[in-house]
């Protein structure tokens, strides 16, 4: 087929050929395709003189002139007349170098994808604003970019590939906000359902899932102060997130729309900022098209869900919490995305993004396609896309999704439904190779962020540095704690002196990882229950049941993480499709709970015994571990520096016990310094002391003891400075 056949039929592959400008001995011959076009004229691109017109080829939408006055470096504008209208162009084609400028060593780093592919804003010659488009499609036979600004018509502006499997085009007079696509025809010249731009940094909603071309320039940062200061040592400092789902954390009172990020600025934060969190997780913020999914399958990688606003608004959501002292943290999902027509499934056709064995490359659990970690391609994708969040977005940390079903090839399969690696085994090599790359690429570049893992098996080293065998993790959450201990909760305490050990055991292992304690959405949909529901027992034991508990955890050794509505102590398990339960707050009991909760927060942050030494195993001693017959159990958390002690101590019975002694280390007073059955908190109020002189009588192994009231179903903790 002729190149003039194959701009006929939308299935050109190297346009720059046959289109744009070329020296001739007579001067600059132009060649135009416009289909329907009726006449094409030609200008200066600074001038409204016509120079002349170009004259119909043989094939239809073919235009070609020669102009001796135009120089090899002029720019020249295209003024093409339709039946019903004139419509005037800088020529897209006589951009051939800056079209290919895009992939100028694209392939080298991985910041360089997001930083010369998609839909970047350039300057040309004589200041002329444009959009340079450069996508991906290596087995593609054709691509053309389609958008409000060619009415979306997939014969007009085909793109060029290139050596690389990249295809590029320079689209002056589009501008940021345009909606655009791309048209691709598969190797056998089959035309795709559009596909929006997997480097897209802005996407529409449904029904037309469009890109939308956004300047990431444009925007002005004011959050200087968190950005110089943010680099401290997050491991010996506190931090208590707090994960929300921006959908559903608050809604307007109609509840048919969603609060904006602008409105999440001023709501969302300040809350926050008043219950003492350190950090925000958000659950995926990357474009996804199904609200049910939460996000956790996303399509657009590279762009905040528009449900909630515009990139810039993004922005000022994130710069809000900066300015107010709060890190965020969003959830980051390389392991899968789904099979939507418009994303990255079958891209070209071809297996670009995923494996193409569904042995490999479907994921039987959540019905959704699997990257494949070992192609350079996607590798850079996925890289990139991480750097992208914290560059551009100011993004403080990656928590990453299904980390345990990206590093076992077995995961959720059943025996003959998944492939060995070259060892015979299960581990996925080429998997593990990524996530070290991407922790690496993250610390090297950003080494004041940090990155967790959302990670279920007793894999080693899951943050311990690359260089000594690890993944390269930050952080780890504490899926086994996090089980153990509810299960343990959620029985009566009547049985609760046959499973102590589920209480106890979390510390054998304790310093294997840098752990973050997580009790989070995954713990109350589905069937779960709220919190609150899984406690035992009548109304007030139930709360007194979360109160004891929610101090155990803000006690035990690793940084803390609660999701939204556990501060409320809600009565029914996250519904994403409504609002959380603010109307509790009416009464006394959510109060107490979230009054707790605020003073959780600001005693964790006030004393370094309880965050200081979370990973280092000098920070915790025992005071008993095996008090199974009354299910008390007790520890003491030291500072640094081992000025500050801090006795926590869970009474895991109703039964109240008065003349408890427990050992201590110092001969020195002890002060009482939370007592979740306080009345403020919804407590009983049952009557204890505040002071508690040390006695010389060795109990627990250590030295000197002091005599306590336990309250029932309470936790305690009791200070020495």
């Not at 694209?106 to 002329?128: E, K, R, S």
């Not at 010249?189 to 480097?199: C, E, F, R, S, Y």
């Not at 077995?410 to 581990?427: A, C, K, L, M």
């Not at 306590?708 to 400075?721: K, N, S």
Request: proline residues 5%; charged residues 20%; glycine residues 8%.
């Amino acid at each position: 087929m002729h190149i003039e056949q194959q701009l006929a039929w939308a299935s050109c592959t190297n346009p720059f050929s046959k289109l744009g400008k070329f020296e001739t001995p007579q001067g600059q011959r132009i060649c135009v395709w416009r289909p329907d076009a009726t006449l094409v004229e030609l200008s200066l691109a600074d001038s409204e003189v016509v120079l002349g017109r170009l004259e119909p080829d043989q094939e239809p939408g073919l235009f070609e002139g020669t102009f001796s006055e135009l120089q090899d470096d002029m720019l020249y504008c295209l003024h093409v007349h339709y039946q019903d209208r004139v419509e005037k162009h800088l020529d897209p084609y006589q951009f051939k170098t800056q079209a290919f400028s895009a992939v100028h060593f694209i392939d080298h780093q991985p910041a360089n994808l997001y930083q010369q592919g998609g839909a970047q804003v350039i300057t040309l010659d004589g200041g002329h604003q444009a959009i340079r488009f450069c996508v991906f499609a290596p087995n593609a036979s054709a691509v053309s970019v389609i958008g409000d600004f060619n009415r979306w018509d997939g014969r007009l502006h085909p793109l060029e590939k290139t050596q690389i499997g990249y295809w590029v085009l320079v689209m002056p007079e589009v501008v940021a906000g345009d909606r655009y696509k791309f048209q691709i025809k598969d190797g056998c010249g089959n035309t795709l359902p559009h596909k929006a731009d997997p480097l897209g940094y802005q996407a529409e909603q449904y029904p037309s899932h469009a890109s939308v071309v956004y300047d990431h320039n444009e925007y002005q940062w004011q959050d200087e102060s968190w950005m110089a200061q943010r680099g401290y040592d997050k491991y010996h400092q506190p931090m208590s997130i707090y994960e929300v789902h921006l959908g559903s954390w608050r809604k307007p009172d109609d509840e048919r729309r969603y609060l904006s990020y602008h409105e999440l600025a001023d709501t969302l934060v300040p809350y926050a900022v008043d219950m003492g969190y350190t950090h925000l997780e958000l659950m995926p913020v990357s474009e996804f098209p199904f609200d049910g999914s939460w996000g956790y399958q996303p399509v657009g990688m590279f762009a905040p869900t528009s449900r909630f606003g515009t990139p810039d608004d993004f922005k000022y959501f994130v710069d809000k919490c900066h300015q107010s002292g709060l890190g965020v943290i969003i959830d980051w999902v390389p392991a899968h995305f789904p099979e939507d027509g418009h994303g990255l499934a079958r891209f070209d056709g071809s297996h670009v993004y995923e494996y193409d064995d569904p042995r490999r490359g479907w994921h039987p659990d959540w019905n959704s396609c699997i990257y494949d970690f070992g192609k350079d391609s996607v590798r850079q994708f996925l890289v990139a896309n991480a750097l992208f969040w914290l560059d551009k977005f100011h993004i403080d940390g990656l928590r990453v999704d299904a980390v345990a079903s990206m590093l076992y090839l077995d995961y959720s399969r059943n025996e003959g439904e998944w492939i060995p690696n070259v060892d015979g085994g299960n581990q996925n090599y080429e998997a593990i190779s990524l996530l070290r790359w991407m922790n690496e690429e993250v610390y090297r570049h950003f080494p004041d962020a940090m990155t967790i893992a959302e990670e279920s098996t007793s894999f080693a080293g899951v943050s311990r540095p690359v260089s000594s065998g690890g993944l390269g993790f930050g952080f780890k959450w504490n899926m086994g704690w996090m089980h153990d201990s509810l299960s343990y909760m959620s029985k009566d305490p009547a049985y609760r002196a046959h499973h102590h050990g589920q209480l106890t055991f979390s510390m054998v292992y304790a310093y294997d990882e840098n752990f973050v304690l997580p009790l989070s959405h995954d713990e109350v949909v589905h069937g779960k229950g709220s919190l609150l529901e899984k406690m035992p027992g009548d109304e007030w034991q139930a709360a007194a049941n979360l109160r004891t508990y929610a101090a155990y955890m803000f006690g035990h050794p690793g940084k803390k993480l609660n999701f939204m509505g556990n501060e409320l102590a809600q009565f029914k398990e996250w519904n994403h499709d409504t609002s959380l339960d603010w109307h509790l707050l009416e009464y006394p009991k959510h109060q107490g709970i979230q009054h707790l909760y605020r003073t959780l927060n600001r005693l964790y942050r006030q004393h370094p015994a309880l965050y200081e030494l979370d990973h280092d195993h000098t920070g915790f001693s025992w005071i008993d571990l095996s008090n199974s017959g009354q299910s008390v159990v007790s520890f003491i958390r030291h500072n640094k520096k081992r000025t500050q002690q801090i006795c926590v101590i869970s009474n895991m019975t109703a039964t109240p016990y008065e003349n408890f002694r427990i050992g201590v280390e110092s001969d020195k007073d002890y002060t009482l310094l939370l007592n979740t059955d306080d009345e403020c908190f919804w407590g009983s109020g049952y009557a204890v002391s505040t002071k508690a002189r040390a006695q010389s009588v060795p109990w627990n192994n250590l030295p000197h003891s002091i005599e306590v009231t336990l309250p029932p179903l309470a936790t305690v903790y009791w200070i020495c400075e």
